[in-house]
């Protein structure tokens, strides 16, 4: 077979753009590809609904690659086993009772790959800034452009995408609550109005409040992940992963049943 250039950018160019046309309307955007992004996309596209993850980097997995410190290996709480086995990520019982530990490039991969088999798709290398709001009462979609223009700093509109839900998941920085905070201020369902930033380490306290801190901050918008903590007030936990794994599955069981 003698290979054509032509075809093979023809190819890409044909196939990328049928899936980003497929992919303008859609019932969830998940912004963020972490552990809960990855895993609330997986559970929301199992149950049939059209999702897409935005994500800024060139990799999903954010902060699950490098375990703790670089050692990568993470930790898992006995909570969470069953979506690790759901997922088919290997889980090793430590010696401690209800402390598991994966290989954290096997568990990010693994997720990824099942996410992206049950129907999620992934478009990477694109970051979200802003969100669409036609009656300041809900959001309708997100604002997105290349992260390579945003890096370099090009004046370069964005375009949009519709939805009927955003997840807010991207970590630490819960960025798309900052936006509707910064554009709205005091309106998100918070205690303050505002965002209330993410508290010291404290393990225990941080997983059990990830889960609680897992709702809608503003109609139309979920956080999920860090990104629950960091906008409700909740403290951070390390790198202990069923907290993030957990709120995937609760922020996409509340969506389903809103949809
Ligand atoms: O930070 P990240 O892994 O989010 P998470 O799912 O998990 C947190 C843990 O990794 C860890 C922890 C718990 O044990 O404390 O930090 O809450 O992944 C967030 C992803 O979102 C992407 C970012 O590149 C990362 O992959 N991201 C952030 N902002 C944007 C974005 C944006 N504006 N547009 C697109 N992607």
Not at 86 to 107: I, K, N
Not at 215 to 231: D, H, K, S
Request: some cysteine; overall charge negative; aromatic content about 6%.
């Amino acid at each position: 077979m003698k290979l054509d250039e032509l075809i093979i950018t023809k190819a890409i160019v044909d196939r990328y753009f049928r899936k980003l046309t497929e992919h303008l309307d859609l019932d969830v955007a998940v912004v963020g590809g972490g552990p809960s992004g990855l895993v609330a996309a997986y559970k929301l596209a199992k149950a049939g609904k059209k999702v897409v993850i935005y994500e800024r980097r060139l990799s999903v997995g954010g902060g699950m690659w490098g375990g703790g410190m670089l050692f990568n290996e993470i930790v898992i709480q006995e909570e969470a086993k069953q979506i690790l086995d759901e997922l088919e990520v290997r889980a090793f019982p430590y010696e401690v009772e209800g402390y598991y530990t994966a290989d954290s490039v096997e568990a990010v991969s693994t997720i990824t790959s099942k996410t992206v088999k049950a129907g999620a798709v992934i478009f990477n290398g694109i970051s979200v800034e802003d969100v669409v709001v036609h009656d300041e009462g809900r959001i309708q979609g997100l604002v997105v452009n290349w992260t390579a223009i945003e890096m370099s700093g090009l004046h370069v509109d964005p375009l949009s995408v519709r939805c009927k839900y955003v997840i807010d998941a991207t970590g630490h920085d819960a960025e798309v609550v900052k936006v509707v905070a910064r554009k709205m201020p005091g309106k998100l369902l918070t205690a303050t109005g505002n965002v209330e930033g993410e508290k010291f380490m404290s393990a225990d306290k941080a997983e059990k409040l990830t889960i609680e801190n897992t709702r809608e901050v503003f109609p139309g918008l979920y956080v999920a992940g860090m990104a629950a903590n960091a906008t409700f007030g909740g403290p951070r936990m390390g790198p202990i992963f069923g907290g993030m794994l957990l709120s995937g599955v609760k922020v996409a069981r509340d969506i389903v049943e809103r949809l």
